[in-house]
């Protein structure tokens, strides 16, 4: 019982988030709010692993915490609208 | 085990009202740099109280660590990532509302 | 479980609408992402693993990377639109209605009885015990060793599209010549 309360308000979050990114008026208000939103999918994969008990999936958490951080590293590296490679000045 | 489980429902909704917080938070403040407190909020205290508390229902010990790891690596990459949004954003000349010495360049 | 279902469907409609309709790609791009990251939750839900592995390394980590590479060489917003697109929705929803018409003779998720599941797959599920020495994952022993030449083929042409799609987006010197030397060190 309580993983269905904890992954129902992982799912408000979720539409919250989604709500501040379809919104925001400038672009690091979308990016704050993927990042939040990648965060809450890792915290959702755990709560779906307790609930459906199998726990074998909470390898995809892990690999998910990683891209989340490798995909905002990318979107800082190109908001000055470089290419690859090049110093964000 | 009874007690396992109050503490187990005592995290899990304490984290779930941060992380329903935090939402709100982002929704409801007027400008870039105060949401940043409501994305901080939901990183740091919802993930490690929820995670907390499902520590506390794991069948063995593999998936205890498994947790912890994933905990780890969420409270280094997820402050991380919004400190450098907030440097990048500071770059690009946007400063607080409340800082009247600058100008900033949001509306 | 059933709401979670609804709300995480809902969400992938939801998201897929604003992909589309909204002009500023650089938000766009970041929208694709957050549809991978539920669509891997929904593949999470559906007791797919590896497809959810998948999803999770190709859509969000590098599939958004390489977008952003390429936004980096052309426009920032879409061009608006002027005139309504009358022929192509009539006909994007006359393949829809075909499709969706011709998915309710399916049979349900999971039968036992249906045809996919009645040959050759009951030997697969029999043989890959021994055959593989104990391996657990029949998905694996199907996708590696039974099926493998499919699996060669499909190897070889990502790879393919990943060298080409590295070419396009390499950084041209004749075109820029005011950068620095490709000698510098990038902090």
Known sequence: MMFIVAAISILITMCLALIRAMLGPTVFDRVLALNMFGTKTVLLICAICFLTDRTDFLDLALLYSLMNFIGMVALLRFSHYTSFGEEVS | MIVLDIISWALIVSGAFFSIVGGIGIIRFPEFFSRLHGGGITDTMGAA???????????????????????????????????????SALAQGHWPELDTTRKSKNK | ??????????????????????????AAVMFTGIYSFIGASWMLLLDAPDVAFTEAAVGAGISTVLMLGTLALTNKAEKPSTSVPVVPFLVVLGTGAALVYGTLDMPHFGDPEAPVHQHPNPSFVERSQPDMHGLPNVVTAVLASYRGYDTLGETAVIFTAGIGVLII??????TAPDEHSSDEVVT
């Open chain 2, 49 to 87: 109280l929820i995670l907390l508390g499902l520590m506390f229902q794991s069948p063995n010990s593999l998936v205890a660590i498994k947790l912890v790891m994933i905990l780890f690596f969420l409270l280094v990459t997820s402050p991380s990532s919004c400190h450098a949004l907030s440097n």
């Open chain 3, 1 to 26: 479980m059933i709401y979670i279902d609804i709300i995480i469907l809902t969400l992938l409609a939801v998201t897929a609408v604003t992909v589309a309709r909204i002009r500023d790609l650089w």
């Open chain 3, 169 to 174: 987006l390499r950084r041209d010197k004749r």
